[in-house]
């Protein structure tokens, strides 16, 4: 018989079978689950998997890809989907990127504005409605130089508007765009990335720029354009594994603008953003009044 393995030589057999696997560039779907809580989805309820593979097994310049996928469910009724597929090829000469979401959520509508959204109170007849949100991003870059990339990028998105409360429905600039929801964008992008790991950075930089336009000549119902910026930077603090990290990003819009495409203070893909008239009131006085209209 043989001698029974302790739970630590388990755990370090797991282990180095899970790191021969990696070595050897073979997928790896790992499963994601859990409850969480925010202030607009109230307690969730999201489950899914983290697939992870190789788009050369033997290619050693590249860097593992990966898309986690998840499904999740909320106590306010709101259920999503999303993707982001993170890839590496050809020696990491391209890089293909893909985010696929769609939402349906009960949500708040406050207006265009600072003002707007400083003297609109939050009530079931004033600001609630449900939003139906769907986006496909994907990007596609060229390495021209060592952490230098450039490419296309497209922006398919929709954002529909239902069961409007009466402050909602009356407001002038939701009226104009309720029938027009639908988006598409071209535009390019460069990024300059020097991080170690894109996908889970312990140190290096990040700067992204993406300038896109939005017409009807595309097949949208809306003419416009936008500027984005992202930049992040990643220190190594002490020993590997601990990291401190920073990110700074900026997004500017011209023309007709639909209102679920105007700039917010706050996304699920950012930092989490608060009222204005509680950070007017009690963190940054006036100064805040500027970050949001300029």
């Known amino acids: 018989m043989g001698q029974k393995l302790s739970k630590e030589e388990k755990k370090e057999k797991k282990q180095a079978k899970r790191q021969e696997k990696i070595d050897q560039g073979k997928p790896m779907i790992l499963p994601l689950a859990g409850p969480a809580y925010t202030p607009e989805l109230q307690f969730t309820l999201a489950g899914g998997i983290m697939f992870s593979f190789k788009t050369n097994p033997i290619d050693t310049l590249i860097q593992r890809s990966s898309s986690p996928i998840m499904l999740g469910v909320s106590s306010t009724g709101a259920y999503f989907f999303g993707t982001k597929l993170t ?15 769609f939402k349906d959520m009960p949500d708040n509508y406050y207006g265009l504005g600072y003002d707007k959204g400083l003297n609109t109170s939050k009530s079931d007849s004033t600001t609630a409605y449900t939003r139906t949100w769907f986006q496909f991003y994907p990007k596609f870059l060229y390495q021209v130089r060592p952490h230098h990339f450039i490419g296309p990028n497209m922006d398919i998105n929709y954002t529909k508007g239902s069961e409007e409360s009466a402050g909602v429905l009356a407001d002038e600039y939701y009226q104009e765009f309720k029938n027009r929801p639908f988006n598409v964008g071209l535009g390019a ?87 204005p008239r509680l950070l007017h009131q009690r963190i940054w006085g006036d100064q805040i009044r500027w970050l949001l209209q300029g």
């Open 87 to 101: 890839s590496f090829w050809k020696q990491d000469k391209w890089r293909i990127y893909a985010d696929i979401n």
């Open 189 to 275: 992008v460069y990024q300059y990335d020097s991080r170690d790991i894109p996908v889970n950075a312990w140190k290096g930089w990040f700067l992204e720029v993406i300038f896109s336009v939005y017409g009807r000549f595309l097949g949208g119902d809306n003419n416009y354009q936008l500027l984005g910026i992202d930049y992040r930077n990643y220190w190594q603090i002490r020993k590997k594994g601990r990291t401190m990290a920073f990110q700074t990003r900026a997004r500017f819009t011209n023309g007709n603008v639909p209102y679920g495409e105007l700039s917010q203070l706050g996304t699920p893909f950012d930092l989490r953003g608060y009222r």
